[in-house]
């Protein structure tokens, strides 16, 4: 039997929108069934993202277990506003509610997380470590008492400025990236030149810099470069929201594509940008060393 701790976080498919468990899930995080029910799932889910603890065992999907319905923020900065949030009677105090909240900040780290609950529930967000508040009436539960939930982010994301290029080295020399790479040549003065060419952003966490990227103008699309995290701040979704950000610009100035490129002694990280969407590219790289082997470089279409 697959363990609570080994039960995946994963995206709810459209098939699984139309079974039973997350009907079940929905009436328990709505209160709702029948037409209501049938309400929120077809109309409310389709704007929200909807993640799910399943119960997958060799390699085959069962069915979803708890769930996390959300909406994303649109831009840097915006809260992560959690909808619904459930877990099967038979499998309450499993810690899966908490693993639920855990992914939605390593998917936007650089968002608070904002949720509204009543008596039942406040308990379990005060002991994630969320603020509290009075929350005001909502018209889905009439006369109940509703509390303003506030998780605080992972790291804080904000443009960077020429005061912080001390601190983006020390992020960039702090990796692991392969002595063989020219990032270990790079100076305050391509910073400069980076930032005048376009601009950049810095993850802070308790006043201290621990990611960092910058991107660059190229035609009608947006060259990322210089993407960092400090080692101890790895594998908590900083490094997916700094590009992120950087894609959030792109879109916002109308651009169609996000380019990089992986040196050839660093292409381990290609697989972490194709699971971000990006796929390979067959095109040169414009900004490649003289006489270094070439880059892989990979690309991201903007939806229009």
Not at 91 to 112: N, T, V, W
Not at 213 to 219: A, Q, R
Not at 271 to 300: I, N
């Amino acid at each position: 039997m697959t363990g609570p701790k080994e039960r995946p976080v994963r995206p709810v498919t459209p098939d699984e929108l139309e079974g039973e468990p997350v009907h079940r899930l929905m009436h328990l995080a709505s209160g709702h069934d029948g037409e209501r029910l049938e309400r929120v799932i077809h109309d409310d889910l389709p704007d929200l993202t909807t993640l799910v603890v399943g119960n997958e065992t060799d390699g085959r999907t069962s069915q979803p277990l708890a769930l996390a319905a959300y909406r994303a923020p649109r831009a840097v900065g915006e809260d992560v506003v959690l909808e619904y949030l459930a877990v099967l009677e038979e499998h309450q105090h499993e810690g899966l509610a908490s693993r639920l909240i855990d992914a939605l900040r390593r998917r936007h780290p650089g968002s608070a997380v904002h949720a509204e609950t009543d008596d039942d529930a406040i308990g379990f967000y005060r002991r994630l470590g969320f603020g509290t508040g009075p929350g005001p009436v909502d018209p889905r539960w009439p006369g109940t008492r509703r509390y303003t939930c506030r998780l605080e982010p992972a790291a804080s994301l904000r443009p960077a400025t020429r005061a912080d290029y001390p601190a983006i080295l020390d992020v960039m020399f702090s990796t692991a990236m392969s002595r063989e790479s020219t990032w270990w040549r790079t100076t305050v003065g391509d910073l400069e030149t980076r930032l005048a060419e376009g601009s950049g952003f810095v993850a802070e966490r308790d006043g201290r810099v621990v990611g960092c990227v910058m991107h660059v103008v190229e035609g009608d699309r947006l060259v990322l470069r210089g993407l960092a995290v400090r080692p101890e701040a790895e594998g908590q979704g900083i490094g997916s929201a700094l590009v992120a950000a950087v894609e959030s610009v792109a879109a916002a100035q109308g651009r169609s594509e996000v380019l990089l490129a992986v040196s050839a002694s660093n292409l381990e990280v290609c697989d972490f940008y194709r699971c971000l969407g990006y796929a390979d590219s067959t095109e040169p790289c414009t900004h490649a060393a003289a006489g270094r082997p070439a880059p892989t470089v990979l690309v991201k279409a903007l939806a229009a």
